[in-house]
């Protein structure tokens, strides 16, 4: 079955040298820049063990380090042409040779093919025409081993062209997301097929990443909600217009019926957990949640559902760690991902808000807080108003860059941003935003994002604090116990310096407009008559 860290092991021949083993795992590691990105490899010195993880089913392969490189990595293939020796390719000769009947036909098809296009690629004419016959002959001899086979390698293939080639078409894209769907679908499921949907749920890049992972959830559900029998299925569609309709308990008692039919549909359970939460069963709804976890142990809509109960049952910090749970399978989940988010930032941000605050009420100055190489620095321009504006609305123009300085190799994700007003009455007003959709950005090590936006008031403003919340990801910065610290992981900053937007220069709108190139200009807030004097 597909995971994130699936195994290929590969043992050398006795006559290899270590060295010979240490190409062939780069010729694996340029591969993996290109067609398996996530490719790692292990090498143990005595024997000379390779273990090579990648995004790709598990496979023991009874062929040699460099022929697995030589197929992996297109850029080595011509090198390694010209270096292998005779006992080398007859290792490869070897593997592809091997029986095809028994419980390993599935993987020595794999050799064979593998093999196959090894010899393509290095143009061994009558090798490739034998492998060929040889692979025609396995397939007729094993005919269940080999549908297996070309399944798999049709989720190699739409999994290669979903994930791993986000500069394909969208078009292409949703495309092999569907082939996946309909490999996934019962009454017949290839089960690769649908960890292929979850890989491309959680790990989808590209510009067009959201709409693939949108198209990828959509393809779950899809396969949830289909059992495998149409009489089945035609009494779940029941049940849920019973449920849309607000008769819970009548739909209650349609899932039951259902659930006795066929225990062992997932979804039967889940929608029946779904009604119960509506009744505020919150106890059996999280029963139910528990049966479908064992069925589908990543169903994000059943973890989802898990913390709605916790939440109906007044639990924020267990409906927290169940959201948590979600966004591990499905990370841009709506909800869950707002959720967390605001728990975070109310957490690591609310702190500095409030001695912020403070110290800006006492008529002080806040402290300047930096952590982790974040560097925020901003400035303000009062707006100059037409002839015709409204006398008691006073304009102020932010710009505010956000810079990752970390020494690690590391980037870093915006979760929240804080503000604190103080006027000229001495009034002091804070608030804050979570930093998601279009106000999201991420830094990679070095990387500036810059954002403008306009503050309108009505009171004449005489300071002005702010502070980021951002998230570490992929940094090595763990201790030793593989855990990072909330510091580590949530590092925030104060904005520098404070701001004293009474004493700033005054700008045209045309200025503004010049003043704005290069940022990204996140809108205007209007504060009038917002529950403020301001």
Not at 5 to 21: F, L, N, R
Not at 85 to 103: F, N, W
Not at 209 to 223: F, G, H, I, P
């Amino acid at each position: 079955m597909l995971q994130n860290a699936v195994a290929w092991h590969v043992t050398s021949s006795s006559s290899q040298s270590h060295g010979e083993i240490v190409w062939a795992a780069h010729g694996l590691r340029e591969a993996g820049q290109s067609r398996f990105p996530h490719v790692d490899v292990s090498l143990a010195r005595r024997p000379f063990t390779a273990t090579v993880r990648s995004a790709c089913v598990g496979r023991t392969l009874p062929f040699s380090m460099l022929a697995v490189a030589a197929v992996m990595s297109r850029h080595s293939r011509r090198r390694l042409s010209q270096s292998l020796r005779p006992h080398q390719v007859a290792v490869m000769r070897a593997a592809s040779d091997q029986d095809s009947s028994g419980p390993s036909a599935v993987e020595n098809l794999d050799a064979i093919s593998m093999a196959l296009e090894f010899a393509v690629q290095t143009k061994q004419i009558e090798e490739a025409e034998r492998l060929r016959k040889r692979l025609s002959e396995a397939e007729a001899e094993n005919p269940v081993a080999a549908i297996l086979w070309r399944q798999q390698k049709q989720v190699r293939t739409a999994l290669e062209d979903a994930l791993y080639k986000p500069e394909l078409e969208a078009e292409a894209r949703v495309q092999a997301i569907n082939s996946l769907m309909q490999l996934a679908m019962p009454p017949a499921p290839v089960p690769e097929a649908e960890d292929a949907l979850h890989l491309v749920l959680k790990d989808a890049v590209g510009d067009d990443s959201e709409s693939v992972r949108s198209v990828a959830e959509s393809a779950l559900w899809s396969c949830w909600l289909k059992s495998g029998d149409e009489d089945l299925d035609k009494i779940l569609e029941k049940g849920v217009a019973l449920m849309e309709s607000g008769k819970s308990q009548e739909a209650v008692d349609c899932f039951t019926g259902l659930i006795s039919e066929e225990p062992r549909f997932a979804e039967a359970w889940n929608k029946r957990a779904t009604a119960l939460y509506g009744l505020k069963e919150y106890d059996r709804s999280i029963e139910d949640c528990e049966k479908v976890l064992e069925l589908k142990p990543r169903h994000f809509g059943c973890l989802s559902g898990v913390a709605m109960c916790h939440i109906g049952r007044n639990d924020e910090e267990a409906a927290f760690q169940w959201f948590k749970k979600a966004l591990d399978v499905h990370p841009s989940m709506p909800g869950a991902q707002k959720f967390v988010l605001n728990k975070i930032a109310q957490e690591r941000l609310n702190p500095m808000l409030v001695e912020t605050v403070t110290a800006m009420g006492k008529g002080s100055n806040p402290v300047v807080e930096t952590q982790n190489g974040i560097a925020c620095t901003w400035d303000v321009h009062r707006v100059k108003q037409e002839d015709d504006a409204e006398v008691q609305a006073r304009i102020y123009f932010f710009r505010i860059d956000v810079r990752n300085e970390s020494t690690e190799a590391a980037s870093l994700q915006s979760l929240a941003r804080f503000y604190v007003l103080r006027f000229q009455n001495g009034e002091v007003f804070p608030f804050m935003r979570l930093t998601e959709g279009a106000a999201g950005f991420k830094l990679k090590r070095g990387e500036t994002y810059r954002y403008c936006w306009a503050l309108i008031v009505s009171k004449e403003l005489h300071g002005m604090a702010g502070g980021v919340l951002m998230e570490e990801k992929g940094a090595d910065s763990a201790d030793e116990t593989g855990e990072q610290s909330e510091d580590e992981r949530y590092p925030r900053c104060a904005m520098d310096p404070l701001l004293l937007p009474h004493l700033s220069d005054q700008v045209s709108m045309a200025q503004v407009q010049d003043l704005g190139q290069g940022y990204y200009y996140t809108g205007q807030l209007d504060l009038r008559g917002k529950g403020t004097s301001a």
